[in-house]
């Protein structure tokens, strides 16, 4: 039983001790210093209980003095124990349990729900609600999963992990995905902020609407030069990732500019033989862009590591009350959008909406900005991958400096300097010059679901869990980690065969007037 206490005292002192490095800047010298020689004082602490005892049962009534001496030897080596409001006050810069739900729900909830009434449709729409379950279920089950992983290492960030689980080609795996998801993520807010403004200017311009096309160009254009790429050159990225709560209203607004359209009977859209279908068979890219929109891996050990009492227990109650909630909101947008469009949904559901809606229009505008505010800290994640690579292969420094307190994911503010910057302008350019070949959502959030999102959320640490956990493979404790995996790799096998040979050729079109908006409008349209 002591050799259990010891354990569980040793994570907790490893736990609080990396919580305190990475807040160091709000920690005395002295309270580091305390927690971080936890492991010590406990140690010390069970054997002055055992000296107490045995003394006692020698001399009893001196018993009271030895305790006094010792409390004085206690005061003087730790002189943080006489400031509990010191140590109170620690508590003051972590988040309570509904703080930290609320930061979870924040960084799950984007621009993935905007895709959920097309999933709805590629996978029919009761198959497909039931499929939307069962990804929420998964992926509550693999965050849980994830910090078990750095519970057991004692190291708590997801390089730190993978490092810990699987050495140099696990830190290199997981750097070539976790660039690979941010870098589909850029290029997926191209096509939207093309798709997006595009109609917001046609509505003003309505001359425009013939030339699509060249507006949507020029569009993604002048956002990357005049927008994107000083936003990424900002020296303190960590105050854009402060705004991040912008987007998560934004999304709640358009939510309910969609349920509004529903409701208000605006759109009226013919029934077809595919409408309402309860089963489709391409389970596989509807799964990828759910997977994408619970996408949260790599805010994982952030959150957790900001939590007040952090507990494997409160961060169950954490991870349940967020996926919950997000789950909410994707079904919402996903049952909405698709009884408004029914098979005509698209892969930006802001596509189905009539270019002279002016609700949908602002709508459009707000969903723009949640993208531009969030693109910025997708470009730094991808930026600090390729650095860490950099100083790993040319500088030969050691993986250790990038696994252990500099997470890529995490580390924001870091000052940019002229190599920072060349990295910069080459991954802002590579994503512009892809963005125009493609105008399907679609297409780019099944890809980045499929070959990113699944490795990071499902694979990886199903993987680290089955390495680090010491109980046999097909044990009670591992099998739900097989399962995990087994699911992952299928899915992500299966989607890359079904997916990559018809990617560039999609039949969707930013430049087409869907056929229920008003005949006035289009008319406007080819007229002028």
């Known amino acids: 039983q002591d050799a259990k206490m010891n354990d569980s005292r040793r994570n907790t002192a490893t736990e609080f001790s990396y919580i305190l490095q990475r807040q160091g800047s709000d920690v005395s010298v002295a309270e580091a210093y305390a927690f971080d020689d936890f492991n010590n004082l406990m140690k010390n602490n069970h054997q002055t209980h055992q000296q107490q005892g045995q003394q006692q049962q020698q001399h009893p009534s001196q018993q009271p003095q030895q305790q006094q001496q010792q409390q004085q030897q206690q005061h003087h080596h730790h002189p943080s124990q006489q400031q509990p409001q010191q140590d109170a006050g620690l508590g003051d810069t972590l988040s309570s349990l509904p703080q930290a739900s609320f930061n979870y729900i924040n960084s799950i909830v984007g621009s993935g729900v905007i895709g959920i009434p097309y999933a709805l449709h590629r996978a029919g729409f009761g198959l497909g609600l039931a499929l939307l379950i069962l990804v929420a279920y998964i992926t509550d089950y693999s965050l849980i999963l994830m910090v078990r992983c750095g519970h057991i290492c004692g190291r708590f960030s997801y390089p730190g992990i993978m490092e ?56 993604v254009f002048f956002v990357n030069v005049g927008v994107v790429m000083p936003l990424c050159l900002y020296k303190n990225v960590s105050r854009l990732a402060r705004a991040s709560f912008v987007s998560l209203a934004c999304v709640v607004f358009i939510l309910f500019a969609v349920i509004i359209k529903l ?77 408004t469009f029914r098979a005509l949904s698209q892969g930006d559901l802001l596509e189905n909406y009539c270019w002279d809606d002016d609700l949908m229009n602002f709508s459009r505008v707000l969903f723009s900005v949640s993208i531009l505010l969030t693109f910025p800290i997708e470009c730094f994640v991808s930026r600090e991958i390729v650095r860490a690579l950099v100083h790993r292969f040319v500088l030969k420094e050691p993986i250790s400096e990038f696994t252990q307190d500099k997470d890529p994911s995490l580390e924001k503010g870091a000052e940019i300097d002229e190599y920072s910057k060349a990295i910069t302008m080459a991954i802002v350019f590579s994503a512009f010059v892809i963005s125009p070949m493609t105008d399907c959502l679609g297409s780019v959030l099944e890809l980045n679901g499929l070959l990113a999102a699944i490795p990071l959320a499902y694979i990886l640490p199903g ?49 087409i007037v869907m056929g229920y908006c008003r005949q006035e409008f289009q008319n406007a349209t080819a007229t002028a």
């Open 164 to 219: 810990a689980a699987y050495g140099k080609y696990g830190y290199y795996l997981l750097s070539l995905l976790q660039f690979m998801y941010p870098f589909l993520a850029m290029i997926s807010y191209n096509v939207v902020v093309g798709d997006t403004l595009s109609k917001v200017l046609v509505r003003f311009f309505p001359s425009w609407g013939g030339s699509m096309g060249a507006v949507r160009l020029g569009v």
């Open 463 to 511: 993987l680290a869990y089955i390495q680090m956990e010491p109980h046999a493979l097909l044990s009670r404790e591992k099998l739900p980690a097989l399962g995990l995996v087994v699911f992952g790799a299928l899915v992500t096998i299966l989607g890359a065969a079904v997916l990559l040979p018809g990617l560039m050729g999609g039949d969707c079109r930013a430049d």
């Open 263 to 339: 409701m208000s009977g605006d759109y009226k859209v013919t029934d077809t033989a595919e409408s309402w279908r309860f089963a489709n068979s391409d389970l596989i890219p509807a799964t990828g862009i759910m997977v994408f929109a619970f996408m949260c891996h790599h805010n994982t050990f952030l959150v957790y590591q900001s939590m007040r009492e952090a507990t494997m227990e409160r961060w169950e109650k954490v991870t349940h009350i967020s996926i919950g909630f997000a789950w909410t909101v994707a079904a919402l947008f996903g049952i909405a959008g698709y009884s």
